[in-house]
């Protein structure tokens, strides 16, 4: 069994007046590449700022390589690569020296990677990083993320600066790089055709607390949409249920994740007036986040 490099049991985390995190469980393994998904105020950037250490939970239990966020060893911090959702770069530095900054609390710091990506993005490395445009300071806060090889790399919506080029150059050094390390990658986005490039599974969250975790490929084959008559529907049982909504007074439809004995089920549908549609990602979003 592969060892979790993140583990959150039952966490809470409140704003004054606001419930962010509502008893929160996620786990991610070692060598999985994870796309958090939901929708602005489920709690994702909240979560992942727990997660560091960042921000501290009420209740609950949080491990980070087997730490705990507030006492993080220093050979856990090297393991760690963070791209926050607003870039926190020391803008009054070149982005050489804040580069040679960081290396000191790195011993496997990559500096060819670095070379190679800061050529291959056109960032000026004399120019001070106040005066650079936005994208390219989310490239560099990208580049210091992956200049260490981290066995954990924690991305916080780390494309939305980027241009569609840019996102796919970024997209394709993740894949090409982190999957060749097995580095395990919690990656959270809005942008779902940039998730399905890269997600090997997906979590979505919702209301403080994550509704469903599974890999990519079961969502895309097992997941079914049902439509058909409120009273027949409201005798149908499914293993995982995602949503069950009443579209009117004659209308329902199900959103389920289906197992071999719920499709033999939804074949007996077929014949009374009962729809079933296999579900994008989109689709997805949209009916459970």
Not at 49 to 58: F, K, T, V, Y
Not at 127 to 142: C, H, N, P, V, Y
Not at 186 to 199: G, K, M, N
Not at 246 to 272: P, Y
Request: charged fraction near 25%; proline fraction near 4%; charge should be negative.
């Amino acid at each position: 069994m592969n060892q979790l490099l993140l583990e959150i049991k039952s966490a809470y985390k409140n704003f004054p007046g606001k419930p962010v995190l509502n008893g929160v469980d996620f786990s991610v393994a070692s060598g999985q590449i994870v796309g958090l998904l939901g929708r602005n105020g489920a709690g994702k950037t909240t979560l992942l700022e727990c997660a560091l250490g960042l921000r501290e939970i009420e209740y609950g239990e949080i491990r980070v390589c087997g730490d705990p966020p507030n006492a993080l060893s220093e050979t856990t911090r090297a393991r760690i690569g963070y791209v926050p959702q607003q870039t926190d770069l020391f803008e009054w530095l070149t982005a050489e020296q804040m580069l040679a900054y960081f290396k000191a609390f790195y011993p496997r710091w990559n500096d060819a990677k670095v070379g190679a990506l800061m050529q291959r993005w056109s960032i000026p490395p004399n120019r001070m990083i106040g005066k650079l445009s936005g994208g390219e300071k989310q490239r560099l806060a990208i580049i210091r993320a992956l200049a260490h090889d981290p066995d954990l790399l924690i991305l916080d919506e780390p494309v939305a600066g980027l241009d569609p080029a840019g996102r796919r150059e970024f997209l394709r050094e993740l894949v090409e790089r982190t999957i060749e390390r097995e580095t395990t990658v919690v990656f959270s986005t809005h942008i779902l055709s940039d998730l399905e490039r890269v997600a090997i599974d997906v979590a979505f969250m919702k209301d403080g607390q994550i509704t469903l975790q599974r890999p990519l490929d079961q969502l895309s084959e097992r997941v079914r949409r049902i439509v058909g008559p409120t009273d027949l529907l409201a005798r149908l049982r499914f293993g995982h249920e995602l949503a069950r909504i009443n579209d009117g007074a004659s209308n329902a439809r199900i959103v389920a994740l289906c197992d071999d004995q719920d499709e033999l089920q939804l074949q007996s549908l077929k014949t009374q007036g009962v729809s079933i549609e296999a579900v994008t990602l989109e689709d997805l979003f949209m009916e459970v986040a």
